[in-house]
């Protein structure tokens, strides 16, 4: 089926966490994280909405294509956000394996992007 003759629209909350739930998403390096994150997303022609966490998860909110799938989408992001911090922050960085996602309806997508935007609250998280 061509591209062109499919409407969608597909939102999806994806969280996952790094290995053993260590805390090291350190704040030196998460805004280039997240906008490394943002690149790959943007790359492979999906819609980035929202993204944010704390030192041991990320949260995104994602607008993807009917084709694509969360599972390519989480390891494209997984495997090259991990090789970016292994070489350039941290060696012995490591993601937890999986990953919990849930779909999300068009009313929800503001709570939703709050939520995500605000986890350091959320947490009780103080910025450094």
């Known amino acids: 089926m061509k591209k062109n003759h499919v409407y969608s629209k597909l939102y999806y909350h994806v969280i996952w966490k790094t290995k053993n739930k260590q805390p090291i998403i350190m704040p030196e390096f998460k805004d280039d994280l997240y906008h ?43 495997s090259n956000s991990s090789r970016l911090i292994k070489t350039q922050f941290m060696a012995d960085f490591a993601w937890q394996e999986g990953y919990g996602v849930f779909s999300v309806d068009r009313h929800s997508i503001k709570r939703i992007k709050n939520y995500i935007l605000n986890q350091e609250q959320h947490h009780n998280v103080k910025r450094n």
């Open 36 to 78: 490394y994150i943002g690149q790959i997303v943007k790359t492979k022609g999906w819609h980035l909405i929202a993204i944010g966490g704390i030192h041991d998860h990320i949260h995104i909110l994602v607008q993807m294509e009917p084709q694509n799938t969360i599972s390519d989408l989480v390891c494209k992001i997984k």
